[in-house]
């Protein structure tokens, strides 16, 4: 009897405290990885007020680090609208394009190796308490040919704990020639992991010897056998990512192939 008076009462606190229902309709929807922009989306159909609202970010050697409890307070995102933060600071004097020095704290520093964002919203108390599963919106966590980091996972147990994300050990698989990672599912439910984003390439990627300026020739695909041959991560375009074969050669092919604008 106890024991389910003791589950009845985390139920009960369960659904009266953090971010349940419509906070969850802000999903980190892009991160542009050229830019070092953070795109928050409203995928509901609601105005979400951010009063209280807090980043928790991680990085290869930072861990922990968190914008402030009032930086996005005044801040709300309309249905379909998105707000973009700005990790270097260099955003547009518009509407919805925000500094991450305006948000006051600190963020990690910007880490193509490996980076976790988890955004919260406050509890019912009021504050966001960073440990509860239950106060985070939304979680999305990156790196390099999607090696596993155990200095950026800091949340990652608490985003799978949430439903947010789908292994402490997933990452999304950027590569030095990826723009961005872009959410891919955003009508089907929160769960994410690294198939539910897409990583398009940067334009011209191929383009990696002289002459450079869009001219793709032998020597960027001499350039590109030297990298593999050496080991070199950077070369590693494909699945199975961590591994160099021949798929990474025809994905380096297909953008030759697709050519410079
Ligand atoms: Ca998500
Ligand atoms: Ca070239
Ligand atoms: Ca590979």
Redesign the pocket.
Known sequence: MRMQTTAMSITLAALTAGAFGADRDIQITSVALDTAVIQLSNLGTGTIGLNGWRFCTHSTTERFRYSSSSGLNGVSIDPSNSLFIYLNNDAPAIANHLNASSLGGTFASFDLMAYAISFYSPGSNGIVSFGDPTDMADHVQFSL?GINDLNADERTDEAVTAGLWTAIDEWVPIQLVSTSIDLNDETGGILHGPSDYDVPPLECAADIAPPFGGVLNLQDVFAYLALFNAQNPTA??????????L??VF?YLALFNQGCP
């Open positions: 040919n590693d375009l494909a699945e199975p990512f961590g591994t160099l074969n798929q990474d994905a």
